[in-house]
């Protein structure tokens, strides 16, 4: 299947048979956000500005990420300014990611402790941390500015509440990693939804929807089994495809290893039990659907309030599908995972090994 029509690849994406998942090929249509080319140049002068990249990993390798494409693919119906803002939080994400693996490799663990403490203080007061010496941080403080910006105080706080439970998930992470633990299969489950950030890109559903979703409804069991099973699907199918880069760069974080570690399958039987599972959730998705159509329909009740939430569950459960469609070709055509291309496996070429601003007396 070729990429999106406008982008940069032309060519046809070759999917390896062991990856391969012939039902969402033929059954998630790929959708693209017509503002997807603007994006991309935008988010690009985005991490320049923030410097949250060097300028020369910029312009060699942001475009061939693809972070924007897999927001592009997801937000479907939002507003510009929101999938701006959110596409440029995502890439800040994965940044953030590639400093927390090089603060465990170089045994930063002073450093990931502030910058652990930085990230909180900023995600409850973001406009004091706009100017912040660590870049990173900065760049978050924007990045929750804007997003704060669309919905009222109850969704700002519930987001809020969410990612401040992915800072402490990734300090599990840290934890594990510097003391050699690899948790079992269930605990790595219950760790992948935070660090995956599970409820974070559900809630930003809603200011792509231009509507804040109530309780009642994110919690019925079709929205909520739905919901969940689209993340599932993009946390493990993410583990399946970069199985070979966490195994290369000493990872204890993946659903194959704790299965390889924990119940002591060989690689071939965990690749294929992930698979399964992916699989699994996919099966979960699609009855899901069917039953947020029942959902929809009885929120239709001609009232002033019953349609505009009707149309955004219908929307919102329409960009859980595309966020399967979307994981699974940014996973083949981002230069993320490209593992076999790198001189150094264990070293993505796209990350800088620089860490926070020197503290005083030079302690990293």
């Not at 410097?51 to 693809?66: E, I, T």
């Amino acid at each position: 299947m070729p990429a999106f029509s406008h982008s940069t690849t032309t060519t046809q994406i070759a999917v390896p048979p062991a990856l391969a998942l012939p039902v969402i090929e033929e059954q998630f249509p790929r959708q693209v956000h017509p503002y997807w080319p603007e994006l991309q140049e935008v988010t690009r002068a985005w991490l320049l500005e923030k410097r949250l990249m060097p300028a020369d990993k910029v312009a060699r390798y942001a475009d061939g990420l693809r972070y924007t494409d897999l927001m592009a693919g997801y937000y479907i119906g939002a507003p510009t300014d929101v999938l701006q803002a959110i596409a440029d939080y995502s890439a800040w994400f994965f940044v953030w990611d590639d400093r927390h693996d090089r603060d465990v490799v170089h045994g930063r663990g002073a450093a990931w402790g502030r910058l652990r403490q930085r990230l909180h203080e900023a995600l409850d007061a973001p406009w004091h941390h706009l100017h912040h010496e660590d870049a990173l941080v900065a760049a978050f403080a924007d990045s929750m500015v804007r997003l704060y910006s669309f919905l009222g105080e109850s969704w700002n706080a519930r987001f809020s509440g969410h990612f401040h439970e992915v800072i402490e998930a990734y300090d599990t992470e840290f934890q594990n990693r510097t003391t050699g633990q690899v948790p079992t299969v269930d605990e790595y489950l219950e760790l992948r939804r935070l660090t995956f950030a599970h409820w974070i890109w559900l809630d930003l559903l809603e200011p792509a929807a231009r509507y804040e979703i109530p309780q009642h409804v994110r919690e019925h069991s079709a929205y909520r089994r739905a919901g969940l099973a689209c993340q599932n699907f993009a946390a493990w199918y993410n583990d399946l495809c970069s199985l070979p880069k966490e195994i290369a760069g000493d990872e204890y974080h993946n659903l194959g290893i704790s299965l390889i570690r924990h119940e002591g399958m060989t690689l071939e039987d965990a690749v294929a039990e992930v698979r399964r599972r992916v699989g699994d959730c996919i099966t979960e998705f699609l009855d899901a659907e069917r039953e947020v159509g029942d959902l929809v329909r009885g929120l239709r009740d001609g009232t002033w309030r019953g349609e505009p939430l009707a149309a955004a569950v219908e929307l919102n459960v329409s960009n859980m599908r595309n966020w399967i469609s979307s994981v699974y070709w940014f996973h083949h055509e981002s230069g993320r995972y490209q593992v076999d291309s790198w001189a150094d496996r264990s070293t993505p070429p796209y990350v800088s090994d620089q860490g926070e601003p020197p503290a005083p007396g030079g302690e990293q």
